[in-house]
């Protein structure tokens, strides 16, 4: 056939022998199947579950095969998060492993005369895939912790959502209760001090009640000193003044929207220290470039993957959504139009924010940022533009593993 001729031609004179395992990924059960170089089949396709008994059961299989001396190679398609626990597991036990992209497969698949389509054949099919490729990307430790950043960047970001919802249930509950207690602090209800002083007393009648001496320690303490004694008998006489409701039900919503929220900012403290971990581990080449922390340039490093993937940085732009959608009708085609927002909507927010803080930090920036401001285009439209020009100095900076160098 012709994938064993083009494989041939491409392997004289680098291996001997290679053995190919294919691996079809499901939620329950994987399939498994091996050939040689030469087309030869060597394993059967065979099922193993998709926990630790399973396997142990492919690796004795691949244990067996590799006796014979010959390097083994292992593909499996990429498939949710299904996969990702084999992988790990096979990339421990020093196996080279390969993430394929579906596409790759599908083509050898429209090549086959039937068509076919089963979990068996499907790993015959990505062995077959392994066996045409020019180069590998064997997946590494550090692709690993790539994996881990983006896990944890995403996890983030749900948080924060929870977290936001939950402080604009938390405003409108106190909005019934004591409506005139956002306008005293000035900050707004969502700092220390507020949220120890209403899982105390939720209430303005609560308030009113409580010891000065009492109420007063409670806000200096929770403020580290920025609220004194005198605000604390301003709050007590507003709370006697004020028209708010006294609802138990409200009371019970406030204490526990706070407490959640609390609970949310410990578990984003947690997440934020295994990033920063993570990063500080690695010390990427991204963390020179200035004004991106551990937490961008851990989601922006962790929605990349492997910089390979994109052979040009307009595909990564792509990636992040953040090229220009195309808008034509007959001779008509816009000269301005908008970005496509199409890509990974994390690494656009992180690319994003990223950009905010290096034109503020590198001049070079600045001066882009200004640029476009002068041509008469919006903040946030001037902030994309400079969000395009670092992803094409990331995909530099990544691709050839040199530090930021426009000062």
């Given at each position: 056939?012709?994938?064993i001729?083009?494989y041939?031609?491409?392997?004289?004179?680098r291996?001997?022998?290679?053995?190919?395992v294919?691996?079809?990924?499901a939620k329950l059960?994987h399939?498994a199947?091996?050939i040689?170089s030469?087309g030869?089949?060597?394993m059967?396709?065979?099922?193993?579950?998709?926990?630790g008994d399973g396997f142990?059961?492919?690796?004795s299989?691949?244990?067996?095969?590799?006796?014979?001396?010959?390097?083994?190679?292992?593909?499996?398609?990429s498939?949710?998060h299904?996969?990702?626990?084999?992988?790990?597991?096979?990339?421990?036990?020093?196996?080279?492993?390969?993430?394929l992209?579906p596409?790759?497969t599908?083509?050898?698949?429209?090549?086959?005369?039937?068509?076919?389509?089963t979990?068996?054949?499907?790993t015959?099919?990505i062995a077959?895939?392994?066996m045409?490729?020019d180069?590998?990307r064997?997946?590494?430790?550090?692709?690993?912790?790539?994996?881990?950043?983006?896990?944890?960047?995403r996890?983030?970001?749900?948080?924060?959502?929870?977290?936001?919802?939950?402080k604009?249930?938390?405003?409108?509950?106190?909005?019934?209760?004591?409506?005139e207690?956002?306008?005293?602090?000035k900050?707004?209800?969502?700092?220390?001090?507020?949220?120890?002083?209403?899982?105390?007393?939720?209430?303005?009648q609560?308030?009113?009640?409580m010891?000065m001496?009492h109420?007063?320690?409670?806000l200096?303490?929770?403020s580290?000193?920025?609220f004194?004694?005198?605000?604390?008998?301003?709050l007590?006489?507003?709370?006697r003044?004020?028209?708010?409701?006294?609802?138990s039900?409200?009371?019970i919503?406030?204490?526990?929207?706070?407490a959640?929220?609390e609970l949310?900012?410990?578990?984003?403290?947690?997440v934020?220290?295994?990033m920063?971990e993570?990063?500080?581990?690695?010390?990427?080449?991204?963390?020179t470039?200035?004004?991106i922390?551990?937490?961008?340039g851990?989601?922006i490093?962790g929605?990349i993957?492997?910089?390979?993937?994109?052979?040009?940085?307009?595909?990564?732009?792509?990636?992040?959504?953040?090229?220009?959608?195309?808008?034509?009708?007959?001779?008509?085609?816009a000269?301005?139009t908008?970005?496509?927002?199409?890509?990974?909507?994390?690494?656009r927010?992180?690319?994003?924010n990223a950009?905010?803080?290096?034109?503020k930090?590198?001049?070079?920036?600045?001066g882009?940022y200004?640029?476009?401001?002068?041509?008469?285009?919006?903040?946030?439209?001037?902030?994309?533009?400079?969000?395009?020009?670092l992803?094409r100095v990331?995909?530099?900076?990544?691709?050839?593993?040199?530090?930021?160098?426009?000062?």
């Open positions: 056939r012709w994938w001729s083009r041939q031609t491409f392997m004289k004179g291996y001997n022998l290679m053995i190919y294919g691996i079809d990924i059960n399939f199947s091996a040689s030469d030869k089949e060597l059967k396709p065979f099922k193993f579950t998709n926990d142990q059961m492919l690796h299989r691949l244990e067996e095969l590799s006796r014979s001396g010959d390097s083994i190679i292992i593909g499996l398609e498939t949710a299904y996969g990702d626990n084999l992988v790990r597991y096979l990339v421990a036990c020093d196996y080279s492993v390969c993430v992209n596409i790759k599908s083509v050898m698949r429209k090549d086959n005369i039937r068509k076919t389509k979990d068996k054949v499907d015959f099919l077959r895939t392994l045409v490729q180069s590998y064997f997946v590494s430790f550090y692709d690993l912790d790539l994996m881990d950043l983006k896990q944890l960047g996890f983030r970001q749900k948080t924060i959502k929870q977290r936001t919802r939950l604009i249930q938390l405003t409108s509950y106190v909005d019934q209760v004591f409506p207690l956002q306008y005293f602090f900050s707004g209800l969502h700092q220390k001090a507020v949220y120890a002083l209403l899982k105390e007393a939720p209430t303005p609560d308030i009113a009640s010891h001496t109420l007063s320690h409670l200096v303490a929770a580290h000193g920025h004194k004694k005198e605000q604390a008998k301003e007590r006489v507003l709370a003044k004020s028209v708010g409701a006294s609802d039900a409200l009371s919503q406030i204490t526990h929207s706070i959640q929220i949310l900012d410990s578990q984003l403290d947690s934020e220290a295994q920063a993570i990063m500080k581990f690695h010390d990427s080449v991204i963390m470039i200035p004004g922390g551990y937490i961008n851990g989601m490093l929605e993957g492997d910089i390979h993937r994109f052979s040009s940085p307009n595909k990564l732009l792509a990636f992040a959504g953040l090229d220009p959608s195309v808008y034509q009708s007959g001779n008509y085609s000269k301005r908008r970005m496509s927002k199409r890509g990974s909507r994390v690494l927010y992180a690319l994003m950009a905010h803080n290096v034109v930090n590198n001049a070079t920036f600045k882009y200004d640029k476009k401001m002068a041509e008469g285009r919006t903040h946030y439209n001037a902030l994309g533009h400079c969000a395009g020009k992803v990331i995909w530099k900076m990544l691709t050839d593993e040199v530090e930021f160098n426009l000062d």
